[in-house]
């Protein structure tokens, strides 16, 4: 069965559900490796990143198990049985797209209420979490998974200022899936070919807003930036 070109929009589930049919209706056995990432984008004409993601919601399904080194293999041809999906399984095959934009909505809103409510510690961490996102982004040898670690943990200290367990509690339930595909988006789109430290002064002038007190101000260059990125994750 030819694979066959998708229609623009949404990618990443007509791309999951394309490949899904492949391997229930037996056109990859189990056993089968895939095809790669390159080919498989190929065939259904969209990128790597959607590629990536469809395999993923797959992986979570059980059909599918990468290995190291040696590609995407097809374990079953039926969705395995089992429990209700718990909050953290339904995080990991969801589309980053969807995640990314309930992170805008909490992210926003937790900056606002962070600069209404936080304390000297709290800025004293987002001061140093901001020089560590800066020591990892300019570090000898540090790598993009160095860089996106040092980036989370500077929002996550942003989250922590609101002064609320339970939006801290969301955020580290989204960190997880947020940081492996952060990881492929920095790598994909080679953002820090050309500037080590990307969005340092929008973050600088977050973390200066809270210390202000300017909740507006804080949630609109946090949104920009978010929004920003989100942009970036819907092209790819």
Known sequence: ??????????????????????????????????????????????????????????A??????????????????????????GWAARLRRAAITDVYEVRVIVETQAAAL???????EDVAALEAALERRSRAAGAAGADDAAFVDADIALHAAVVAAAGNPV????FAEFAPALRERLIDLVELLGLREHDRNPGHDTHEALVAAI????GAAAEEILGTELRQTLAHLHAH
């Open 1 to 58: 069965m030819p694979l066959g070109s998708l229609r623009p929009s949404p990618l990443v589930e007509q791309a999951t559900e394309h490949l899904r049919e492949q391997i229930t209706q037996g056109e990859w056995p189990v056993g089968t490796r895939l095809p790669g990432e390159n080919a498989l984008a190929k065939a259904l004409g969209v990128g790597r990143s959607t590629v990536r993601e469809a395999l993923r919601a797959l």
């Open 60 to 85: 979570g399904a059980g059909l599918v198990q990468a290995r190291q080194g040696s590609g995407v293999f097809v374990i079953a041809t039926e969705a395995a049985a089992g429990p209700a999906e």
């Open 114 to 120: 962070a600069a209404g409510r936080r304390t000297d």
């Open 167 to 170: 939006l801290s509690d969301l």
């Open 211 to 214: 210390r202000d007190g300017d």
